[in-house]
């Protein structure tokens, strides 16, 4: 029989293997792709976490906000990419280009956060004039910043094309009557194309606020709804052409309060403010479906001049709602 004083060491000794053990094993557990997305969260968390510890002063919560919310975008990028060249969608060159990018952004947020803390060091010494210098490194890594941080949006869009090849079978789908975002792949074939799109012609004619035309104009950013009114649109397409379409996107990157819950969308062919009707009334996921981050809706195909989309509720309690980007896909008549 093994003596009391024995036990304890002997546990402590196994228990510290199965822990190595575990530890080796934990990276094999998790796919590749995750691991990238993780490794490159953490790290340009860290240098976040110094920069909103340390340069309000010198760049301004707003912008602090900002580089959080590009950051979180550069890595899920970065894991997309990884799941597209996992799946033969995105081939070695391509898929050395997205991770250079965002290794390249995150280089430059090492960077900054060097910068904020050599400032603010010179602030507190009362060099003014090493501060000021700083300062100056610091304005020119945002703009770099700003550039990559574009490149990689650029890159995201032409990803998410990429990602839309799967043709959708809109059969069984309801014709009416709520319908949930299913994250599904668009169909995307020849001459389809974003309607909305102001780069394709998309336009907005009748809106509750000026905030509609940001949500077409390709910047990924968000912004938020007059909280006076029901937030409500009518867009058009290319020299308000009639068009046939069957698949609405939302750009949704995470989970918020703020984000819209419920919107319905109708159509018309009088005029910008004639009479519509209802395709049906939508319903979002309140999260980021990373391989599908523009929710998609679909319905059975409608050919009309117009279109009117109509946001009805948030996920919280909010009068205001956020959003991010639409999306409309179809044909030119």
Same mark, same amino acid.
């Given at each position: 029989?093994?003596?009391?004083?024995?036990?304890?060491?002997?546990?402590?000794?196994?228990?510290?293997?199965?822990?190595?053990?575990?530890?080796?094993?934990?990276?094999?557990?998790?796919?590749?792709?995750?691991?990238?997305?993780?490794?490159?969260?953490?790290?340009? @968390?860290? +240098?976040? /976490?110094?920069?909103? #510890?340390? =340069?309000?002063?010198?760049?301004?919560?707003? &912008?602090?906000?900002?580089? $959080?919310?590009?950051?979180?975008?550069?890595?899920?990028?970065?894991?997309?990419?990884?799941?597209?060249?996992?799946?033969?969608?995105?081939?070695?060159?391509?898929?050395?280009?997205?991770?250079?990018?965002?290794?390249?952004?995150?280089?430059?947020?090492?960077?900054?956060?060097?910068?904020?803390?050599?400032?603010?060091?010179?602030?507190?010494?009362?060099?003014?004039?090493?501060?000021?210098?700083?300062?100056?490194?610091?304005?020119?890594?945002?703009?770099?910043?700003?550039?990559?941080?574009?490149?990689?949006?650029?890159?995201?869009?032409?990803?998410?094309?990429?990602?839309?090849?799967? @043709?959708? +079978?809109? /059969?069984?789908?309801? #014709?009416? =009557?709520?319908?949930?975002?299913?994250?599904? &792949?668009?169909?995307?074939? $020849?001459?389809?194309?974003?309607?909305?799109?102001?780069?394709?012609?998309?336009?907005?004619?009748?809106?509750?606020?000026?905030?509609?035309?940001?949500?077409?104009?390709?910047?990924?950013?968000?912004?938020?709804?007059?909280?006076?009114?029901?937030?409500?649109?009518?867009?058009?397409?290319?020299?308000?052409?009639?068009?046939?379409?069957?698949?609405?996107?939302?750009?949704?990157?995470?989970?918020?309060?703020?984000?819209?819950?419920?919107?319905?969308?109708?159509?018309?062919?009088?005029?910008?403010?004639?009479?519509?009707?209802?395709?049906?009334?939508?319903?979002?996921?309140?999260?980021?479906?990373?391989?599908?981050?523009?929710?998609?809706?679909?319905?059975?195909?409608?050919?009309?001049?117009?279109?009117?989309?109509?946001?009805?509720?948030?996920?919280?309690?909010?009068?205001?709602?956020?959003?991010?980007?639409?999306?409309?896909?179809?044909?030119?008549?």
């Amino acid at each position: 029989m093994k003596k009391p004083w024995m036990i304890l060491p002997v546990a402590i000794i196994v228990l510290a293997v199965l822990y190595l053990g575990y530890d080796l094993v934990k990276p094999m557990l998790t796919s590749p792709c995750e691991s990238i997305f993780q490794q490159t969260a953490v790290s340009l @968390k860290s +240098d976040l /976490e110094i920069v909103e #510890s340390k =340069g309000a002063l010198f760049i301004g919560r707003e &912008k602090i906000q900002d580089l $959080a919310e590009r950051a979180q975008m550069a890595a899920l990028n970065l894991k997309t990419c990884c799941i597209l060249s996992e799946s033969g969608k995105l081939n070695a060159e391509e898929f050395l280009e997205c991770k250079g990018d965002v290794e390249r952004y995150q280089r430059q947020m090492e960077n900054i956060a060097q910068q904020v803390d050599a400032a603010q060091q010179a602030r507190q010494a009362g060099d003014e004039a090493l501060a000021a210098q700083k300062m100056k490194a610091i304005n020119q890594i945002l703009a770099n910043l700003e550039s990559s941080a574009q490149k990689i949006e650029h890159h995201a869009q032409q990803l998410q094309v990429a990602q839309q090849t799967a @043709k959708i +079978d809109a /059969e069984g789908q309801k #014709s009416s =009557g709520e319908k949930e975002g299913t994250g599904a &792949k668009t169909a995307v074939k $020849a001459g389809r194309i974003n309607l909305l799109a102001a780069e394709n012609g998309g336009q907005v004619l009748v809106a509750s606020s000026d905030a509609w035309i940001r949500a077409i104009d390709g910047d990924e950013k968000k912004f938020s709804f007059d909280y006076k009114m029901t937030p409500e649109a009518v867009l058009a397409f290319r020299d308000e052409r009639l068009a046939t379409f069957d698949t609405f996107c939302m750009l949704i990157v995470e989970t918020s309060r703020d984000n819209i819950a419920e919107f319905e969308l109708f159509t018309g062919n009088e005029s910008s403010t004639g009479a519509f009707e209802s395709i049906g009334k939508f319903k979002t996921h309140n999260a980021n479906l990373v391989k599908t981050p523009y929710q998609e809706f679909t319905f059975p195909a409608v050919t009309a001049k117009y279109l009117k989309v109509c946001v009805l509720s948030a996920h919280g309690k909010s009068k205001i709602p956020y959003a991010r980007e639409f999306q409309l896909w179809g044909r030119l008549k």
